[in-house]
């Protein structure tokens, strides 16, 4: 058991790294994208926890933009797999995500290209959360704030989440409380800047 335990932790690291490894490289082209349907499809994927779990899901209206389709999924399906594994004992998963458009001010403060149009989506859940002073850490590649015996993980989705708010010029934080809860806050432009 033990040996087989470890096999599939040692697979699973594998594919993790293997896709990780391949968002270096953007070789797909930006496309408009619907984050509603991405969100849609990436739920359907997680049908099964939502309901052993007896999960509450809430959204709000998401933008559509120029992105590569199979990094947003990537993207939300990490950030709601974390949601739903990393909830309290005896607390039903609440996940809530939303969108808004950025002030001025607030592009300033993230010094983002003002010639852009940036849309700030969050995502916020009532799970185990983590202390603040982690909030950089968290995405660091390997790096995980609890051992396999809590949670099951390899310590590459977060790190993979960061990669492509990169590869999208935009970026990605955290901010936490122990025992409340955990927001994940996604700044994107709505347009790219023409590559060349």
């Known amino acids: 058991d033990k040996i087989l335990r470890s096999a599939k932790r040692m697979e699973n690291l ?4 293997l ?11 930006f496309e408009p994208v619907d984050l509603n349907v991405v969100l849609t499809e990436t739920l359907a994927d997680f049908d099964l926890t939502i309901e052993q779990k007896n999960a509450k899901i809430y959204i709000t209206n998401l933008p559509v933009v120029a992105a590569i389709p199979l990094q947003m999924s990537q993207l939300f399906g990490n950030l709601i797999s974390n949601a739903l594994k990393y909830n309290r004992p005896n607390t039903a998963p609440e996940i809530t995500i939303s969108a808004s ?15 852009l149009e940036y849309t700030k989506i969050e995502v916020r859940d009532n799970g185990i959360g983590f202390t603040q002073q ?3 850490q ?3 590649i390997f790096q995980r704030l609890h051992g396999n015996d809590e949670f099951s993980g390899t310590g590459i989705g977060l790190a993979m989440c960061r990669k492509i708010m990169q590869n999208h010029n935009g970026e990605i934080t955290a901010t936490s409380q122990e ?4 927001t994940f806050t996604i700044i994107i432009p709505l347009l790219q800047e023409k590559r060349g």
Not at 21 to 26: F, M, N, P, V
Not at 179 to 182: C, E, K, L, P, W
């Open 14 to 17: 594998i594919k993790d790294v």
């Open 19 to 29: 896709q990780f490894s391949r968002l270096a490289t953007i070789s797909q082209n």
């Open 101 to 115: 458009p950025m002030s001025e001010t607030e592009l300033m403060l993230h010094v983002l290209n003002l010639e």
């Open 134 to 136: 982690y909030a950089e």
């Open 138 to 140: 968290i995405f660091n």
């Open 179 to 182: 025992g409340v809860g955990t």
